[in-house]
């Protein structure tokens, strides 16, 4: 919903939006994922659900919801978001004068924590952890600035760079946020 100005009742707004009894503007492009079944009913009043698009997921408080219920999105988007901090500090951690070890610091400190933002409560599967680990190995052959041609194994990369696995830091998040949820008062 988007609250923009007052205005008279059941008037149709300049961005087609409907007004309430109250002058509240409410948006009808708002993607939901729902069924056409579902009623929804917004501050009281029953919405026709024909009127909304239907979608598969959004954007809800900085988390991706899927209508399914998967994390899929959440974690591309959460790699997406980790590729444009990685981006964004390519004038660091391409630079060749600078030493290997800033460049590990640079990329644990900014690029790593936003790839794993709120991963403690994701179930670490096989499939997340490739992706994660994809996206880390291209970001530091790209860093060192070494090709799959030349045939240099991601373990010596890793190796060069001080980094452990992103999938082993994943992992060892789950317990801690696990931690957390026990010692939380009921």
Known sequence: MVVEEKKEPGKSSKDDGMVDEKGTIVDKNVDLPI??????KIRGKDV???????????????????ADGSLDHE???HINAAWMKWRAMTRVL???????????KV??????????YGAECWPATKRRERRLSVMETKMFRWTAG????????????RVRFGIAPIADKLRES??????????AKP
Do not use: M, Q
């Open 35 to 40: 069924d056409n079944e579902t009623a929804v």
């Open 48 to 66: 026709d659900v024909n009127e909304l698009r239907r979608t598969d997921y959004f954007k809800y408080l900085g988390s991706t919801l899927s």
């Open 75 to 77: 974690v591309v988007a």
């Open 94 to 104: 391409c630079d060749k004068k600078i030493p290997d070890r800033f460049k590990s």
């Open 107 to 116: 990329y644990r400190a900014v690029v790593r924590s936003v790839a794993l």
């Open 146 to 157: 070494i090709t799959r041609a030349d045939r240099i194994r991601k373990e010596k990369i």
């Open 174 to 183: 789950c317990p801690r946020w696990y931690g957390h949820f026990l010692r």
